[in-house]
Nanobody, 120 residues
Framework: QVQLVESGGGLVQAGGPLRLSCVAS????????MGWFRQAPGKGREFVAA????????EYTDSVKGRFTISRDNAKNTWYLQMNSLKPEDTATYYC?????????????WGQGTQVTVSS
């Protein structure tokens, strides 16, 4: 049974950092692309960042470029989202996802989400 479990969310002041982690089990994801999405109340789930299976390719939504960094540790079946200089508009539930390519992440495996709240 494939399972993705996020952790690391919480309450942080604007300008502060948080690091999210996503641990996968039930499958070897070393050949999968991995990514992060977020969903704020009343809004759709939006793409945040993704990393290719080898780690050589990354993509970010414009609003987080220069502030967020995605990385992965295939040996641990884990990937991370380092979030710096957080803004109140980053407040959302963050979800990790995995699939064969970055382009098809929305069709893949999902975690249950972790809440990030940024206070002003």
């Amino acid at each position: 049974q494939v399972q993705l479990v996020e952790s690391g969310g919480g309450l942080v002041q604007a300008g502060g950092p948080l690091r999210l982690s996503c641990v996968a089990s039930g499958h070897t994801f070393s050949s999968y692309a991995m990514g992060w999405f977020r969903q704020a109340p009343g809004k759709g789930r939006e793409f945040v960042a993704a990393i290719s299976w080898g780690g050589g390719g990354t993509e970010y939504t414009d609003s987080v470029k220069g502030r967020f960094t995605i990385s992965r540790d295939n040996a641990k079946n884990t990937w991370y989202l380092q979030m710096n200089s957080l803004k109140p508009e980053d407040t959302a539930t963050y979800y990790c996802a995995a699939h064969s390519t970055i382009a098809t992440l929305r069709s893949g495996y999902w975690g249950q989400g972790t809440q990030v709240t940024v206070s002003s």
